[in-house]
Structure formats: structure tokens, C-alpha cells
């Protein structure tokens, strides 16, 4: 089946820093999904990306729909406390469809 | 404007018995998608239903496992005999489906999830 692999699967980084993290796949994918799950918690929706090639910001988030349609990365920057969490991406194949959710990137922030 | 809501948020259960999960989608959304995810994994899809049909169950184990979302009322995830290995986070999530104008609009939101516990 398919599979979506994230990188890094955790990262401690201190407050104000930049972080980075992609989401890498077998297969191709045409809506890339980028959300953020707090403990205990149901993951919330941060980006959408529906084109290859785009580039899209949601304040200090920014992601990219890679051209190949395999990959997506987000960016997060001048961390803060609250980014901690685990991030994960999600792809889906078509407009009404189920998503596949990758493995997560666990962010811990550090003051 | 509620979003995705689900009860119990806990339920513990002891080896055979049954477990029923209510997921109520957020007002205007027509259809419902359950996930379930294990510790330190990711989500994983089980089964996507509009009202009254079962759209997609590939990811449902073939027994013990069921999912309606009638009428008229929550979408209902029933897992009979329920086995340790059934112990998991199971969420909801609702879309309006296609028939929002923006496409970010039929993006699937998630509820808070059932973490359900077998004893």
C-alpha cells in the first residue's frame, strides 16, 4: 500500500529557530495535507496544497507541494513554545477520498 | 459553530465485549471518515461513509468491525468482541464533500477521538 515517510522523526530545537521536516512517498499524490496533533488531541488542519509546485504560507508556516508530486515540506519558522506537537502530512488521491498519513515529526521546543 | 464531536472520549472495555463510538460531524457535513491510530504511529484510514452508504471500507478489518451513518443521528463505529490488540485512538473526521466553491473547504476536519482501552 502506499506509504508516506517523514524526516526527521523527532527534533529539539530552541525557541526562535527556524525547523524544517519533509514527508517523502512511493506514490503520487494530488492534495497534500499538512496538520499539527496536540496530546490527546485530533490533528487540525495547518496548509493545503492542491498543485505541484506550490508554495503556500499560513503565518509562520510555509509548505511546498513537490513537483514530482512524491514529496512535501514544511517550514516552520521562529519557533515558539506552543509549536510543540507532532507533525504529520497526509496525502490523498483524489477530491473526496481517504487520506494516508505519514509517520510524524515529533517537534519539542526548547526556551 | 461546533466542530467534529465524539463520545465517549474514553471507554474502557474488558476482552468480548462490544464498544460503540459516536462521531456527530460538524453542521453541514455530509461526510464522515474514521481513522484509527495506534501509539506513536500515524492516522489510518478504516472506512468513509455519506449519509446512509458506505462510500469506501477498504481500510475495516473483514470481522468484528462495523461503521453506519444513518439518516438521521452521530455515524456509529461498532467493534464486536473487542481484543486487546483493538486498543487504539479512534477518530472522526467530517468534509463537506465536494460541494464547497473553495477546495480547501472540503478538507476533512478531525474530531478530539475515542481512546478506547481493552482490558
Known amino acids: 500500500g502506499q506509504q508516506l515517510n517523514q524526516s526527521p522523526q523527532s527534533m529539539f530545537i530552541q525557541e526562535g529557530e527556524d525547523v524544517s521536516m519533509n514527508c517523502t512517498s512511493s506514490?503520487?499524490?494530488?492534495?497534500w495535507l499538512w496538520y499539527k496533533q496536540d496530546p490527546g488531541e485530533g490533528p487540525v488542519l495547518l496548509i493545503a496544497?492542491?498543485?505541484?509546485?506550490e508554495l503556500t504560507s499560513n503565518g509562520r508556516l510555509t509548505a511546498q507541494f513537490g513537483i514530482t508530486r512524491k514529496d512535501s515540506f514544511l517550514n516552520i519558522s521562529a519557533s515558539i513554545p506552543s509549536d510543540v506537537g507532532i507533525y504529520f502530512c497526509?496525502?490523498?488521491?483524489?477530491?473526496?477520498?481517504?487520506?494516508?498519513f505519514g509517520t510524524g515529526t515529533r517537534l519539542q521546543v526548547t526556551l | 459553530n461546533a466542530g467534529v464531536m465524539q463520545n465517549p472520549r474514553h471507554l474502557v472495555r474488558r476482552r468480548g465485549q462490544e464498544a460503540r463510538l459516536r462521531c456527530s460531524p460538524m453542521?453541514?457535513?455530509?461526510?464522515v471518515y474514521w481513522y484509527r491510530q495506534l501509539p506513536e504511529e500515524g492516522l489510518k484510514f478504516m472506512v468513509y461513509?455519506?449519509?446512509?452508504?458506505?462510500?469506501?471500507e477498504s481500510g475495516m478489518p473483514k470481522e468484528r468491525f462495523s461503521a453506519e451513518f444513518p439518516k438521521e443521528g452521530p455515524s456509529i463505529l461498532r467493534i464486536q468482541q473487542v481484543v486487546r490488540g483493538d486498543s487504539a485512538a479512534y477518530f472522526c473526521?467530517?468534509?463537506?464533500?465536494?460541494?464547497?466553491?473553495?477546495?480547501?473547504?472540503?478538507?476533512?476536519?478531525f474530531g478530539p477521538g475515542t481512546r478506547l482501552t481493552v482490558l
Open positions: 461513509l455519506q449519509k446512509e452508504n458506505i462510500i469506501d
Open positions: 506514490s503520487i499524490f494530488n492534495t
Open positions: 473526521a467530517s468534509s463537506p464533500g465536494t460541494s464547497g466553491s473553495r477546495l480547501s473547504y472540503n478538507e476533512q476536519f
Open positions: 496544497l492542491y498543485k505541484a509546485g
Open positions: 497526509a496525502g490523498r488521491t483524489g477530491t473526496a477520498s481517504k487520506l494516508t
Open positions: 453542521k453541514g457535513h455530509s461526510h
